[in-house]
């Protein structure tokens, strides 16, 4: 680490997210420095404040023409693909909260723009280092499932439970509009932590939309910019090789998704692994075996801590838990392991993961090619459901090329 020069950091983005990364990667030893920008220029000016960063921007334009080696970028869903394909096009490396993008065509240009440019672009997908998603991939490396014919993921977080004041914060006035995102257009935390741990990627898709009925303004086809108004989805995937995948993305749903809103389960022809709210189970012909306490994550700060201030209580949660016995928590820089970790202590992951790849110039474990597999099975499942869950085929960009 010693050898390697340290890189300079612009955050795009300084709401309700981007605050517990910008602590983190100006904590990094291989960042230099981290600046910010937003559209609205106090938020980035409290941000800048608040953890002691190296300054703003006026705007996305002025960070871009600056020497600023990389950006990470923390605004609206469907923007991100529009801002990583200028990032890159300015020589920036890309760290893109999710999704990747909410298009087939977004996606194609994100990955020919990074294979033109050999810049570094990492999706930050938090599935990816869960717990769950830890426990499986070792016992996939390890053998243990045998060949795995069957996974489910969930993303199940009620719209009550702290979207509606996260909508308003992002939103604005308007924010019913976007508040009506389409469940499958944001699919990542289902699909990345079964292909996550088991690997491959989908062919096709069969997907059903449950169209919503409260009748609030939100996921109303009349009011959406997205012209949505399911609030449920679930998705039936072929996979690569054989075998099946299945995932749930709900809105509107009776469940405590502050305990747990991802979840997963692997079915091998030798073993399986199976997680509810609160347990989990490995199960093999012999028997089963409780391992719950292995993916159970420790709180590394308050509820109440200052820095939350800003988020709505039933969010909370997510922003505070830390690493579980099935994390490596060894490979992590000393000045990452003091800080507040979130989302099942993937945050110190996705920080050092993105650094390293920057840094020695090697791919990211969620790189373009992977986080196209994350991403585009939900946009054609998206597609399915408008038409009524007709099969439809799900392209694929490759493997990464290794670098």
């Not at 923390?74 to 999704?99: C, E, I, M, N």
């Not at 991802?262 to 490995?282: C, H, L």
Request: overall charge negative; proline content about 5%.
């Amino acid at each position: 680490m010693n050898n390697v020069s340290p890189f300079s950091l612009g955050i795009v983005g300084a709401g309700q997210f981007s605050g517990q990364f910008a602590k983190l990667f100006k904590a990094h030893p291989l960042v230099s420095t981290v600046q910010v920008t937003d559209l609205l220029p106090e938020r980035a000016a409290d941000l800048n404040a608040q953890y002691d960063l190296d300054g703003t921007f006026d705007s996305f334009d002025d960070l871009l023409a600056s020497d600023v080696d990389a950006v990470a970028i923390f605004t609206q869903r469907w923007t991100h693909a529009p801002l990583v394909l200028k990032a890159l096009d300015a020589g920036k490396h890309v760290y893109s909260a999710v999704p990747m993008a909410i298009s087939v065509e977004e996606i194609e240009q994100i990955i020919a723009k990074v294979t033109e440019t050999g810049l570094i672009y990492m999706m930050g997908e938090t599935s990816y280092y869960n717990p769950a998603t830890v426990f499986a991939r070792n016992k996939v490396a390890d053998g243990a499932f045998g060949r795995i014919f069957y996974a489910e993921g969930d993303y199940v977080h009620d719209m009550d439970l702290g979207f509606y004041a996260a909508y308003q914060y992002s939103g604005g006035e308007d924010w019913k509009r976007t508040a009506s995102y389409p469940p499958m257009l944001y699919p990542t935390h289902s699909v990345g932590g079964v292909l996550g741990a088991i690997g491959g990627h989908a062919v096709s898709v069969s997907c059903i939309g449950v169209r919503d009925d409260r009748g609030d303004g939100v996921f109303d086809r009349e009011v959406s910019m997205f012209d949505n108004d399911f609030s449920n989805a679930s998705a039936l995937f072929e996979l690569a090789g054989g075998g099946s995948m299945r995932i749930n993305e709900f809105r509107r749903v009776g469940y405590p998704s502050h305990i747990r809103e991802s979840r997963f389960r692997y079915f091998g022809t030798e073993a399986s692994f199976e997680e509810t709210v609160d347990y989990a189970v490995w199960q093999d012909k012999d028997g089963a075996t409780n391992i719950s306490e292995q993916v159970e994550t420790v709180p590394t700060m308050s509820l109440d801590d200052p820095s939350l201030a800003g988020i709505d209580p039933a969010l909370r949660d997510a922003f505070v838990s830390g690493l579980a016995p099935v994390h490596d928590a060894s490979r992590l820089p000393a000045e990452l392991l003091a800080l507040p970790s979130g989302h099942e202590g993937s945050h110190h992951f996705l920080v050092d993961d993105f650094v390293t790849a920057v840094a020695h110039g090697t791919l990211p474990p969620v790189n373009a090619w992977e986080a196209a597999r994350y991403t585009l099975p939900g946009i054609v499942a998206h597609q399915s459901a408008l038409q009524g869950g007709v099969r439809l085929p799900v392209p694929d960009f490759g493997d990464a090329p290794q670098k």
